[in-house]
């Protein structure tokens, strides 16, 4: 039987090695936390699930491809912690850390992003953190993708915790190139010239999908509106 994300966080807690190992009576609040994260991310799913049927209904195409959801694993944030000379404890990260539950949205067409994106900022119960266009302001490698850090309340049976949830928008060409990307950049004992020619290379690839995702949109806008020319 396959493990649910918290039964695996939980025995990555159980054996991290690390400097700062967990006792058995310090684990329960993470393993708790991890477990409103998790919820969090069903919360925003459960909002895109509506979407999706309120389009449909509508005879509107549906703008999400796929959803996908992970946790970070607690050695990944006990590193960004580090990194960032922060202390591993339940304070530190739910004030610092917002992308420790992430939810990607992968959409068929970059207008798809933008109307998600608004679709969700229009939930009254959400409340926005953070925001980052990568799209129309992409970073220097060439990667593109729509950020949105919201915190969600998720509602237990005694209060309600309001928790950070990183978001990320992409359409399937973006996606296609950072996954690909995220394998190929990382290679080991590669020599300065052939990661300068990697660099070169990828970037060029992403211009061409963004020019991919130019042209798809401007045939989905030729179809939606027989009067306009090419």
């Known amino acids: 039987m396959k493990k649910t994300q918290i039964e695996t966080l939980t025995d990555q807690l159980f054996s991290m090695e690390a400097n ?12 708790e936390l991890f477990m409103h994260y998790e919820c ?19 005879g509107e195409s549906n703008p999400i491809e796929s959803v996908s959801t992970r946790l970070k694993t607690p050695l990944s944030l006990m590193n960004k912690l580090k990194r960032l000379d922060l202390p591993f404890d339940i304070e530190t990260i739910k004030n610092n850390i917002y992308d420790v539950a992430g939810v990607r949205v992968i959409c068929s067409f970059k207008d798809d992003v933008y109307k998600l994106v608004e679709a969700l900022k229009q939930q009254d119960d959400l409340t926005i ?11 220097d490698n060439g990667y593109r993708s729509y950020h949105l850090i919201v915190k ?4 237990l049976s005694d209060k309600v915790e309001h928790v950070a949830v990183e978001i990320q928008f992409r359409t399937i060409a973006m996606d296609f190139w950072a996954s690909l990307e995220h394998k190929l950049r990382y290679k080991k004992n590669l020599s300065e010239e052939k990661e300068k ?28 509106d027989d009067s306009q020319l090419v």
């Open 20 to 31: 700062q190992p967990l006792l058995i009576n310090e684990l329960e609040p993470y393993v």
């Open 40 to 58: 969090a991310m069903l919360e925003i799913e459960t909002k895109l699930n509506v979407f999706d049927k309120e389009f449909s209904l509508h």
């Open 129 to 139: 953190i953070a925001e980052k266009d990568y799209i129309k302001n992409y970073k």
């Open 152 to 155: 969600v309340p998720i509602f």
């Open 197 to 224: 020619e990697i660099e070169r290379r990828l970037l060029l690839c992403a211009e061409i999908s963004a020019k991919l995702d130019n042209q798809m949109q401007k045939v989905k806008e030729i179809i939606e």
